[in-house]
C-alpha cells in the first residue's frame, strides 16, 4: 500500500547540478530513515546518501562535499541536490525508507521506488 515515487532525473553536461525528490504516499504512521541509492550499468547498486527523521546524515565518500540530503517530514519527502556533476555519477537512482504502516503490525517495513535516471555527459 505504501510506495515510494521518484522524480527529478535528467541529462545534464558535467559540473552541472540536478535535484532529487522522492515522495512516500500511503498510510504511514511514521518513516524512519529515508536514503538514497544508485546503480550504474553493469554494476552493483550502491548506497550514496542516507538521513534520519531527526537530520543526521551519512554520505558515500565518492559524493561528500557534492550531494546534500534532506527530508522535509511533513510532506514525507527527501531530496538530493547533487552539485558538480562527474560522468561517473551516471545511474539509475533509487529512493529507499523504512517505513510505520498505520494499520500494520507495529514494525518498520523496507520500501524501494522504481528509479530515476541520472545521464551526465562529458
Known amino acids: 500500500q505504501v510506495q515510494l515515487v521518484e522524480s527529478g532525473g535528467g541529462l545534464v553536461q558535467a559540473g552541472g547540478s540536478l535535484r532529487l525528490s522522492c515522495a512516500a504516499s500511503g498510510s504511514i504512521f511514521s518513516i524512519n530513515v529515508m536514503g538514497w541509492y544508485r546503480q550504474a550499468p553493469g554494476k552493483q547498486r550502491e548506497l550514496v546518501a542516507t538521513a534520519t527523521r531527526g537530520g543526521s546524515t551519512n554520505y558515500a565518500d565518492s559524493v561528500k562535499g557534492r550531494f546534500t540530503i534532506s527530508r522535509d517530514n511533513a510532506k514525507n519527502t527527501v531530496y538530493l541536490q547533487m552539485n558538480s556533476l562527474k560522468p561517473e555519477d551516471t545511474a539509475v537512482y533509487y529512493c529507499?525508507?523504512?517505513?510505520?504502516?498505520?494499520?500494520?503490525?507495529?514494525?518498520?517495513?523496507?520500501?524501494w521506488g522504481q528509479g530515476t535516471l541520472v545521464t551526465v555527459s562529458s
Open positions: 529507499n525508507a523504512e517505513v510505520l504502516a498505520i494499520g500494520g503490525d507495529f514494525r518498520y517495513l523496507e520500501r
